[in-house]
């Protein structure tokens, strides 16, 4: 009789089994062979003969009071550049003192296949610690790797005895990318979706109990879904702190040529995450690397799959042209308060190579990954807008951002603005673009005193524009509103852009134009946007005292920052002089 290859256990708790793994023959005895009418274990997995006879392995009988203390720890199920294979993976943790060895138990992604991906010889996990195995279908770069992926979509997850009965098993939501779900803390009931990944090593600390035996026969609840973590970074009242490695070369490279990306690597919360790619931006607001840069960071540059918090760029402006420090925050506020498909923006602290680089804000970058925050579909056409308005010939200045390049209802929309006639050319524009959507844009940048861009600017300029394919209209979308809150006195009427001179020159038009202005005016007052300017403007101001590379002083901030306050102050009035009254109630 051949003895059982096992590892010494080396403790009192596996006493009860060591005897079948002396080598001794007196003290092996045969290995069970289950009658034909055997039925399932008792915590519901397959009968033991179940097992494909090919993967049959010589294994230690191990105690469940022993092996079913394993637990199936943390998982990513979409790895971007967390690790350098890119590859799912599954950590096991073991809490006891006991080495457990791994050879003839299984890992499947489906609970009617146990035996899916047999795990072979020299596999073991420590005694108290930690064991991690790839997902990664490629069983023949060694022992440690699975013959299987996870979908980031959702799924299940379960390791399995020789028997066919399960130790652990999990089912779990739609994961992040390059976020884990852990217990935490190590062996615990309480899944998290952790930041600070931790591949072979201890979870981080959570208030989770400790997993008792009896609750391993019973499937666990689900690993919820990630859900949309980029509030993390975005949210509103966020003070983002943000840390840059750049080395040497690349930061000499951004001198010579500072619209090319260069890798980086990004620090958050004390994680290192990267190479990410890095360039400057900014056109009036444009300055060097060695001075107070506005950035843009693109996640996915070299690696497709990477994503930061479901993110794939940061855009990082300076407020060169924004001598308060927080017009963009608020003005981008009241953007989306009135329902408008708008950027999230907050500030920022950015660090780049151990120097304080200042205050920032940070604005969410307008993507397919943002429209898909306000449109059902994602897909179609987005254009930025950068000194061109809609008129024939020009539409091909519009700069493709994402989605086909068809530029088809743009060019129907400009030709049915040629017309001499108002009405005529409304009526027909309504077929190519959402007018409601764009008089609500118009009355938001009035409210605001978005003079700077769409449709006050000369060109057009500081906007996107979106072809839903649902509706299959063009949409607006508000972008460099730095410039707000600085002329109250600036008439709201005199505007450049042919499509809101069109509806200037149309009666009904301009009346609900009108009425929207008084209804996003009544948006900002319900929210007390001046009691919301004096919140930032305290919650910012040791930052801006700390900001040496900011290119104003810090009297000139509180300066405009008092011009904000009057210029909300006095918002009612000056539109009054300017608006006929409302000829409605307001609508939210």
């Not at 720890?73 to 350098?84: C, D, K, Q, Y």
């Not at 989605?403 to 108002?422: I, N, Q």
Request: hydrophobic residues 40%; aromatic residues 8%; glycine residues 8%.
């Amino acid at each position: 009789m051949t003895p059982r290859n096992c590892s010494v256990l080396g403790t009192a708790l596996a006493a009860v089994w060591l005897a079948g793994c002396t080598g001794d023959p007196s003290m092996v005895g045969p290995t069970p062979t289950p009658s034909p009418d055997a039925g399932p274990p008792p915590d519901g997995g397959p009968p033991p003969d179940a097992r494909p006879q090919s993967d049959a392995l010589v294994v230690p009988e191990v105690p469940r009071e022993v092996d079913g203390r394993l637990t199936l720890n943390e998982l990513m199920a979409s790895n971007g550049i967390s690790t350098a294979s890119g590859a799912d993976w599954v950590e096991l943790y073991n809490p006891t003192d006991v080495e457990l060895s791994l050879a003839g138990y299984s890992l499947t992604d489906d609970l009617t296949l146990p035996f899916k991906a047999v795990l072979p010889v020299g596999l073991a996990v420590p005694p108290r610690g930690h064991l991690v195995l790839w997902l990664d279908n490629q069983p023949a770069l060694g022992a440690d790797h699975v013959a299987f992926t996870l979908p980031e979509t959702g799924g299940t997850l379960a390791l399995a005895r020789s028997d066919g009965s399960y130790i652990d098993r999990v089912s779990y939501g739609r994961q992040e990318t390059d976020l884990s779900a852990a217990r935490t803390p190590d062996g615990s009931q309480l899944w998290t979706i952790a930041w600070h990944v931790s591949p072979g090593l201890a979870n981080p600390a959570g208030t989770g109990a400790p997993m008792e035996l009896e609750d391993l026969d019973v499937p666990p609840e689900a690993i919820p879904a990630a859900g949309d973590l980029s509030e993390r970074i975005l949210g509103y009242d966020v003070m983002l702190e943000l840390t840059l490695e750049v080395s040497p070369a690349s930061a000499a490279a951004l001198e010579v040529a500072p619209r090319t990306y260069v890798p980086a690597t990004i620090v958050y919360d004390g994680r290192s995450y990267g190479p990410v790619g890095l360039r400057l931006k900014g056109q009036n607001s444009f300055q060097p690397f060695s001075q107070k840069p506005s950035l843009r960071i693109n996640v996915d540059e070299y690696r497709s799959k990477a994503r930061f918090f479901g993110l794939k760029d940061l855009t990082l402006n300076n407020m060169d042209n924004d001598f308060s420090m927080m017009h963009e925050r608020l003005a981008y506020r009241v953007a989306r308060e009135v329902g408008l498909p708008a950027s999230r923006a907050n500030h920022a602290l950015l660090t780049v190579n151990g120097q304080f680089y200042g205050l920032y804000t940070n604005v969410e970058t307008v993507k397919r990954v943002m429209i898909a925050r306000h449109f059902a579909n994602s897909a179609g056409p987005l254009y930025e807008g950068t000194d061109v308005d809609l008129v024939p010939g020009t539409i091909e200045r519009f700069e493709h951002e994402s989605g086909p390049d068809d530029r088809a209802m743009l060019r129907g929309l400009a030709d049915a603005l040629t017309s001499p006639e108002p009405e005529q050319a409304l009526f027909v524009a309504g077929f190519y673009a959402n007018l409601d959507q764009f008089r609500r844009f118009w009355a938001m940048s009035s409210v605001v005193g978005q003079f700077d861009g769409f449709p006050y600017s000369n060109p057009g300029d500081d906007y996107f524009v979106y072809i839903d394919p649902d509706s299959n209209l063009v949409h607006f979308l508000p972008w460099g509103m730095d410039e707000t809150f600085y002329s109250s006195s600036h008439d709201v009427k005199q505007v450049h852009s042919v499509l809101a001179r069109q509806c200037s020159a149309s009666p009904a038009c301009f009346e609900d134009y009108a009425n929207q202005v008084w209804d996003v005016l009544a948006t900002t007052e319900r929210i007390d946007l001046l009691a919301e300017r004096d919140r930032v403007a305290a919650q910012i101001a040791p930052w801006v005292a700390l900001d040496l590379r900011k290119p104003y002083s810090t009297a000139e901030v509180l300066t405009y920052q008092a011009g904000v306050r009057y210029f909300l102050l006095n918002r009612r009035a000056q539109l009054t002089t300017m608006l006929p009254a409302p000829t409605r109630e307001p609508r939210p």
